[in-house]
């Protein structure tokens, strides 16, 4: 539970983040929305003196989130715990 309270507030101040940034920053400034782009797996550019940079995420690194590594801990964790529970009667 508290993982995904985590995650929540996580999603929450991001969001909350890139509205901000929307409402209130030029249209020059797009860190956050170009996170989330980028999270999507859709290419970015950046202009990095004078030279443009694009880059994307591949497949297999969005897979491999935080969260879903976490969750898999967490479960690798509880299974260890009942084999102990059931091995030690």
Request: glycine share 6%; net charge positive.
């Amino acid at each position: 539970m508290q993982t995904l309270r985590l995650f929540a507030h996580l999603t929450y101040y991001l969001s909350a983040g890139r509205e901000l940034e929307e409402q209130f920053l030029s249209s020059a400034v797009h860190v956050i929305s170009k996170d989330g782009e980028f999270a999507q797996g859709k290419e970015v550019s950046f202009n990095i003196g004078g030279k443009t940079k694009t880059m994307h995420m591949r497949w297999p690194i969005r897979w491999f989130r935080v969260q879903r590594i976490s969750y898999l801990i967490i479960l690798v964790f509880a299974a260890m715990n009942i084999a102990l529970l059931i091995w030690n009667r």
